[in-house]
């Protein structure tokens, strides 16, 4: 991948000069940014459910003096730095909500939320690199977002699964305490559809990696995902004197889940695929044919044609074990998170401000990773950069998951993002263009919209 030009040289050493002071400011508050991470860390709440979190990242930005909207998709933040001109508007992004992992050492007693993945050093990040960019601005030609984002990790889904594939007009509630209830179940694609990034051109999010990891690594892809929950149907009956009168609705999804199995060699490895389910029976006595139960399906692959036909092969799987015993299947259908692939041109300016901090030895690039973010969303309609930083041990999602390093998982993405967006915003905004014009939006925010609805969907099936 070639580099593009330097705009430090483009623009005679501006670039430099503001870089230097936008640095400057975020050392000097350094010991503050490591300690917002670890407080938040502390406070883990689960999606869409974020307040404390947010009222505590809004009081940072308010202590800068920034005006800001709250409440967005009930937990999102957002502010805006201005620059002096008219140019691209670059979104800082950070994410809210911790994940339910009650037997993390640091989850909540009550919800069993737990940061097991780092989203509190996301947040002081942005914090951080606001602190920073307060110094660059009057001499940037644009404008920066610092957005805080719920729900990035999937929580309940049965409700939007009940809710079924969307008949009807969308929805206009605009996601805010007292609106309409949300969506999606992820909230970047919420923020998508309520409007928050519409003015937004491209974004930008460091995301603490695995123990053992890089300090720095970008380029990276990820898997997109979606559900499906297969709840079967059949008939109880006495379990000891008349089992054949009854119809094993738990029979038959173990068998739809021996099916799936049976069918993972057929799926192509360069699909990326991953399947996990969960298996659970009727609530009635163990002395009864079970009469209902229900397989959930997650299914993971590296794009939305490969997303489709695991999908296709998931629910002839449900069929398949509804047909053996007889049974009824209804089958839903919800997209969790489209895949991800960041836009090249602005890694390479982003991987060019982080080596100027971690070094080139501490630098990786280009893996792909079968994890998923709706980070994918947001690069489906604008460029994004979702590079890893360094920090934590363990491994995301486990008990022994943890930032022990708050420097390196906050401090150091404040400077080498600030970094970027001086880059990206100095001399015109000319790097900010340059990406724009190397990075066309793969859809618009109907399209996006129109393929999210799409995939979701609720069939039956039982046999005639």
Known sequence: MSTPPDPETASGG????LKAAAHAAIERRAAEIAALSDELMHLPEPGYAETATAARFSAWLRELGLPQRTGLAHTGVKAVLQGRGDGPRIALVGELDGLVLPEHPLADAATGAAHACGHHAQLAAVA???VGLREAMSELDGSVALIAAPAEELGDVDPHLDA???KGPPRTGDGSEGSEAVEFPVGKAELLRIGAFDDVHMALLAHTGRGGGPRFSVADTLNGSLVLRARFTGRSAHAGSSPWLGVNALKAATTAAHALDAQRDALPESDGVRINYLLSGDEGGLGS??????LRTMVRANS?????????????????GALAFGARVQTDTLLAYLPLSSAPALDDVVARNARAVVGD???ARGRHLG????????????PVSHPYTGGADGDHHSPDYRVRDHRAAAVEPALYLAGAVVDLLADGAAGARRVLAQSPPRLSVPQYLALRRGMNRREIWEEQ
């Not at 501006?14 to 000069?17: I, L, M, W």
């Not at 939305?304 to 398949?320: N, Y």
Request: net charge positive; hydrophobic share 50%; glycine share 10%.
């Open 14 to 17: 501006a670039a430099a000069r």
């Open 128 to 130: 951080g690199a606001a």
């Open 164 to 166: 079924g594939s969307p």
């Open 289 to 294: 044919v079970p009469s209902a139960a229900v």
């Open 304 to 320: 939305v044609e490969a997303l489709q036909r695991a999908r296709d092969v998931a629910t002839r799987s449900a069929r398949a």
């Open 361 to 363: 030895a501490g630098a």
């Open 371 to 382: 994890a998923c973010s709706d980070m994918g969303d947001l690069g489906h309609v604008m």
